[in-house]
């Protein structure tokens, strides 16, 4: 067990929908990483929130964002789903640089749109 | 592109030292090799990371070249519950871009 929580575990939707994914920092963690999982894809880092700020983006869409809010959870915002959005998507924190900012990772969510 | 090279699959057997490779021969002086596993279809686990030294801690040890181009994960004692992908990563200290690659699928056989 990391200390990473993520809801919900699995989630199924039809295209053109909208959905939210949770993420709760380890204790004592600034920073929240997303990452996309897909088969063909790996996993693809997303966005990175340091203390409530936006602090790096990797391969995020425009229809998905994220925000981190004051108590430090984090969460993703998922638009106008498509087929190829199906994936695991997992949450990471770390401790924001301040000690060795290994990032730990939650169990991930399954998203399925049909 | 994942800075690094892994091979794609290897096998070990239960109780024997599972030596795992990776090349990394573009390496910058500020980034660190971190390891990490995915079981099945959970979340990545944090293994080990080093610079340039030799780590260990209770899951594994971590061998890096003089030239450090290239490490060596080692897992002393295999279990079957070791079966994974394991990912090498290179990483500059509070880079946030972690790039994993395809990793090295591990199996461990009784």
């Known amino acids: 067990d990391s200390g990473v929580t993520q809801t919900p575990k699995h989630l199924i939707t039809a295209t053109g929908q909208r959905v939210t994914l949770r993420c709760s920092p380890r204790s004592g963690d600034l920073s929240v990483y997303w990452y996309q999982q897909s088969l063909d894809q790996g996993l693809q880092f997303l966005i990175q929130y340091y203390n409530g700020e936006e602090r790096a983006k990797g391969n995020i869409l425009e229809r998905f964002s994220a925000q981190q809010f004051p108590d430090l959870h984090s969460e993703l915002n998922l638009s106008s789903l498509e087929l190829g959005d199906s994936a695991l998507y997992f949450c990471?924190?770390?401790?924001?640089?301040?000690?060795?900012?290994?990032?730990?990772f939650g169990p991930g969510t399954r998203l399925t749109v049909l | 592109d994942a800075k690094t090279t892994q091979p794609p699959s290897m096998d070990c057997a239960e109780g024997r030292a599972a030596n795992l490779p990776c090349n990394h021969s573009?390496?910058?002086?500020?980034?660190?090799v971190y390891w990490y596993r995915q079981i099945h279809s959970q979340g990545p686990q944090y293994i080990i990371h080093?610079?340039?030294n030799n780590e260990t801690n209770e899951m594994a040890s971590l061998i890096i070249t003089e030239d450090r181009k290239s490490s060596t994960l080692i897992l002393p004692h295999a279990t079957l519950r070791d079966t994974a992908v394991y990912y090498c990563?290179?990483?500059?200290?509070?880079?946030?871009?972690?790039?994993f690659g395809a990793g090295t699928r591990l199996t461990v056989k009784p």
């Open positions: 080093g610079l340039k």
């Open positions: 990563i290179v990483r500059a200290y509070n880079n946030n871009d972690m790039r």
């Open positions: 573009t390496i910058s002086g500020n980034e660190y």
């Open positions: 990471a924190s770390s401790d924001g640089g301040r000690g060795t900012d290994t990032q730990y």
